[in-house]
């Protein structure tokens, strides 16, 4: 069965640092990724995409991740974390092709920024 | 634009009563149609999706139902409850035709006691 890999359960920064989170996906297929972020009492909302084309994808408030197809791997970055990037992300894989459009999500990694 | 609503907000509930949550998403025709449950620490489960009218596909089995009476309407329903169906309810719809990107409604917050 397909599967979503996040890295780090919580990880701590002080603002200003430089943010990876890791996400790897088990299928081995065609795929369309997702960066989902869920800000403390907000909806789920999309922070980025990536279905086709330049592997680095920009999104939303300066984070961008990079798809390396051979190590099954989709990580989110952003250079210059701010104290407001607090949430909650989510890593999500979509099998490529079709109208169905099924996520798959992985645990998610609490992002705590201290001032 | 699209807007998607679920109500109740947050509701508690006794062992053995039923349940009807309700999503309803605007703004868009023939949507898909997602009911997850959210856990601390577990990610997103993908309880059941729809492509259309009367059509459910579930993916756990578990004290859960849908049904899509309307094509923008989706509920999430049991006959009686269970302690473990105590969690976070999220209702999501994608389009293909819209980037097939989905977006997930505010939820509800069910606890059985």
């Known amino acids: 069965a397909q599967s979503v890999s996040q890295h780090n359960h919580h990880v701590i920064l002080s603002e200003a640092a430089s943010l990876e989170l890791g996400c790897n996906y088990s299928y081995g297929g065609t795929v369309n990724l997702f960066w989902y972020v869920q800000y403390p009492g907000q909806h789920l909302q999309l922070l980025l995409k990536?279905?086709?084309?330049?592997?680095l994808v920009k999104g939303i408030k300066g984070f961008e991740a990079e798809f390396i197809k051979s190590k099954f791997s989709f990580n989110l970055r952003k250079p210059s974390v701010q104290w407001s990037d607090t949430a909650e992300y989510f890593c999500a894989v979509m099998r490529g092709g079709g109208s169905q459009g099924n996520l798959i999500f992985g645990k998610g990694t609490k992002l705590s920024v201290k001032p | 634009s699209q807007t998607i609503h679920q109500w109740p907000a947050t509701l508690v509930q006794p062992v053995g009563s039923p349940l009807s949550l309700e999503c309803t998403v605007e703004?868009?025709?023939?949507?898909?149609l997602y009911w997850y449950r959210q856990a601390a620490g577990r990610g997103l489960q993908l309880l059941f999706y729809?492509?259309?009218?009367?059509?459910i596909s579930s993916e756990v089995p578990q004290n859960l139902s849908a049904s899509r009476p309307q094509d923008r309407q989706f509920i999430l329903s049991s006959k009686k409850l269970l302690l473990s169906d105590s969690g976070f309810y999220l209702c999501?719809?994608?389009?293909?035709?819209?980037?097939?990107?989905?977006?997930f409604g505010p939820g509800t917050r069910l606890t059985v006691t």
């Open positions: 990536y279905f086709s084309g330049d592997p």
């Open positions: 729809s492509v259309g009218i009367g059509q």
């Open positions: 703004g868009t025709s023939n949507p898909n």
């Open positions: 999501a719809w994608s389009n293909y035709n819209e980037g097939n990107e989905q977006y």
